[in-house]
């Protein structure tokens, strides 16, 4: 299916509404999704595009067979695995169908305790919606000048109706980070006094320490981490949290089965991944080397960006001049998407060497 005839699909499931980019772009993402198309560039969710590992994919295959059977001792083994991984137990370690799952039943959690959350903004939102419907008010604390997350504003903004905070670092849709130290210091004073979940989805991209170190010692804390990012199995939907066993035991006890939202056949992927250390290591390498080739296609086209800790890059299209995420449409590419009102800030996932040359050239010719 070539651009034109893409559009045509598009237009036609959109007819009922009024044609708009934005739109566009989701229809284009969902017709990509569902027929896979080569000839097109899905840079708009963050997903690794080496992923899953050769490991995670022989493992899927053998675990078809097995998927008559609900996956009970599978979980149990990923949970132990997870945990030896940070020096933790398994009674640490809830196991959920993405983390997306599990910052879903986190902040219903925190509605439940008929507080209010509090969150930076920009930031991964997927879960808010949800949170406000069942009762929970989010209020939302602007980045910094440089834009990353305020932890002063943030440290302000917490009240005593506050029940959680939200953190998430490398941040999306920045890519920048809180330095551990100053993370941890804000950790230590404001866990005793709420629930702090911190959404580490890229932490693997980037060279800061994640703080699942901190779980032993405050019971409070919520680490989030998924299999859809370094792993690249986003369509696997396996993520978990690590937080102190009584903690993990509230988290369970929301979930309509403990620990059972991923499928035995993700599940396998998941434990076989995680012995592919030469897997994950590629795929870091190839994000730097993919975001170089990025940094410099924005350099040359005058677009200031934030050196990313992340598998995607938040830039400045203002300077450009042309709309930017027309004309990647134009070649074909998909994914560029704005998170602030009344900017040009864009975010675009970093796909293959290959396809972030693709990119540069759109821009820079
Ligand atoms: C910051 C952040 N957290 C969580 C997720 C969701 O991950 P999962 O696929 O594990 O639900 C994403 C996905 O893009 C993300 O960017």
């Known amino acids: 299916m070539d651009r034109r005839q893409l559009l045509k699909h598009s237009a036609l499931a959109v007819a009922a509404f009024t044609f708009s980019r ?3 772009s989701r229809e284009a993402e969902k017709i990509i999704a569902v027929n896979g198309f080569a000839d097109f560039i899905k ?6 595009p080496h992923g899953p590992s050769p490991m995670a994919r022989k493992a899927m295959v053998a675990a078809v067979n097995g998927s008559n059977r609900y996956p009970g001792e599978v979980t149990t083994q990923l949970r132990e695995k997870i945990a030896t991984l940070y020096n933790l137990t398994k009674d640490h370690v809830a196991i959920g169908a993405g983390s997306s799952e599990l910052l879903g039943i986190t902040s219903l959690y925190a509605a439940l305790q008929k507080g209010n959350a509090v969150a930076p903004d920009p930031t991964f939102r997927l879960w808010m919606p949800a949170a406000r419907k069942v009762g929970l008010p989010i209020k939302l604390v602007p980045l910094t000048t440089g834009k990353v997350t305020d ?5 302000d903004a917490v009240d005593a109706g506050t029940k959680m905070v939200y953190l998430c670092n490398p941040a999306n849709p920045t890519g920048t980070v ?4 100053e993370l941890e210091t804000f950790i230590k004073d404001m866990a005793p006094k709420c629930v702090i979940l911190l959404d580490e ?8 320490p994640s703080m699942a170190k901190m779980v032993n010692d405050y019971p409070n804390l919520i680490v989030a981490k998924t299999f859809s990012k370094i792993y690249g199995m986003a369509g696997a939907r396996v993520g978990f949290t690590l937080a102190q066993p009584q903690t993990t035991k509230q988290l369970n006890n929301l979930q309509p089965w403990a620990n059972a939202g991923a499928s035995a056949v993700s599940l396998a992927g998941a434990l076989a991944s995680m012995d592919d250390k030469e897997f994950t290591r590629f795929c870091k390498k190839e994000n730097q080397k993919a975001r170089s080739i990025f940094y410099a296609a924005l350099e040359k086209a005058g677009m200031p960006y934030i050196t990313s800790h ?15 995420r027309q004309l990647l449409e ?10 602030e009102d009344g900017t040009k800030w864009l975010r675009l996932s970093v796909g293959t060497v290959d396809e972030m040359q ?7 010719t």
Request: net charge negative; glycine share 4%.
């Open 22 to 24: 934005d739109l566009f």
């Open 330 to 339: 134009s070649h074909q590419i998909v994914g560029a998407r704005t998170f």
């Open 310 to 324: 992340t598998s995607f890059v938040y830039f400045d299209s203002t300077p450009y001049g042309k709309d930017v």
């Open 151 to 155: 932890l002063q504003r943030i440290k």
């Open 178 to 181: 809180v330095p551990a130290a």
């Open 43 to 48: 840079l708009s969710s963050n997903e690794n």
């Open 201 to 208: 989805a890229y932490t693997e991209f980037s060279d800061e």
């Open 358 to 364: 693709k990119v540069a050239t759109a821009l820079n």
